[in-house]
C-alpha cells in the first residue's frame, strides 16, 4: 500500500506499507538515489520483515521514488531529511517504533535521534563512524557525479554513481540541492545515540569507514556482518534477517 503525507513546505512524499496494521511499525529509510522499492522491497528484505510480524513502513525520501522533489533551493533547508522523517511518524502516530536507515537513510536516522526522535531500537546499515563525521567527502563526490553526468568514463571513480543516476532517473537538479542539506555528525554526538542499535554492514562494503567501528563507539552497539558490497548488500536477504533477528 502507497500513501502520500506532507513533509516540510508541503512536500509530497510517497510512504509504502508492507506487513499487517497491528504489527510492531517498523520505519525503514532508503540510501541516495534509491527508493524503497529498489532498496527494501525489489529483493525481499522488507517482505522478510513483515514476516518476522512488523508493519513496516518505507518512505520515499525527497527528490526519491514517488516523492516530489522541489527544484527551490528555500525546500532544501539544513537537515530537511529529518523533518521529513518526523512528518511522516507523526502522520502514522507512531509513538512506539523501531527505526532502520541504510546509507544516506542511517545518516537521516541517526541525525532524526540527535534532533529528538526517540525509536526503541535503530539499525544503521552501510554505515560506519567515518561516513558520519566525513559527510562533506563523500557529498562532495556525488556532486561531481551530478556535474558530469552524461560525461564519466568507465573507470572513473564516479561512474558508478553515473550509472545508478542513470537507472534510477533521479532529478539532478533536486538531488543536487539536497545533497547540500545534510551535515557531519561528530563522534562525539554518537555518545547521544543510546538505544540499542544494530550496524549491520556488507562485508566488502568500506564506503563509509568501519561499521565495527560505529557499533564500538556506540553506548549500545552491535555489530553483524553480511555479504556484498555498498552496492550489493541490500540484494541479499541475509540483511532482512539480521535485522529482524536483532529487532526481536
Not at 508492507?18 to 522499492?37: K, Q, Y
Not at 532498496?39 to 510480524?53: C, M, Q, S, T, Y
Not at 554518537?190 to 566488502?204: E, F, K, R, W
Request: glycine share 12%.
Amino acid at each position: 500500500m502507497t500513501e502520500f503525507v506532507d513533509g516540510f513546505g508541503g512536500a509530497r512524499l510517497a510512504v509504502h506499507r508492507m506487513g499487517e496494521a497491528t504489527g510492531r511499525p517498523l520505519v525503514l529509510l532508503h540510501g541516495l538515489f534509491s527508493s524503497a522499492e529498489v532498496n527494501w522491497i525489489k529483493f525481499g528484505n522488507a517482505g522478510i520483515l513483515a514476516e518476522a510480524g512488523f508493519h513496516v513502513i518505507m518512505p520515499d525520501l525527497r527528490a526519491h521514488g514517488q516523492s516530489e522533489g522541489p527544484h527551490d533551493p528555500a525546500a532544501y533547508p539544513g537537515d530537511v531529511l529529518v523533518q521529513d522523517l518526523a512528518a511522516v511518524i507523526a502522520a502514522c502516530e507512531l509513538s512506539d517504533y523501531d527505526l532502520c536507515g541504510f546509507s544516506l537513510g542511517a545518516r537521516t536516522a541517526v541525525r532524526g535521534v540527535l534532533a529528538g526522535l526517540s525509536p526503541r531500537r535503530l539499525v544503521l546499515g552501510g554505515m560506519g563512524l567515518t561516513g558520519l563525521s566525513g559527510w562533506a567527502r563523500r557529498s562532495a563526490h556525488f556532486v561531481d557525479a551530478i556535474d558530469r553526468f552524461g560525461t564519466i568514463e568507465r573507470g572513473d571513480k564516479a561512474f558508478v554513481a553515473q550509472a545508478f543516476m542513470k537507472t534510477m532517473k533521479i532529478d539532478r537538479v533536486a538531488a543536487r540541492l539536497l545533497l547540500g542539506s545534510v551535515d557531519d555528525t561528530s563522534p562525539e554526538a554518537i555518545a547521544n545515540v543510546t538505544m540499542p542499535t544494530l550496524c549491520v554492514c556488507g562485508a566488502d562494503d568500506h564506503d563509509n569507514g568501519s561499521a565495527r567501528d560505529l557499533a564500538e563507539a556506540l553506548p549500545q552497539g552491535t555489530y553483524a556482518e553480511t555479504p556484498g558490497n555498498h552496492m550489493s548488500s541490500v540484494t541479499f536477504k541475509d540483511m532482512g534477517r539480521a535485522i529482524a533477528a536483532f529487532l526481536a
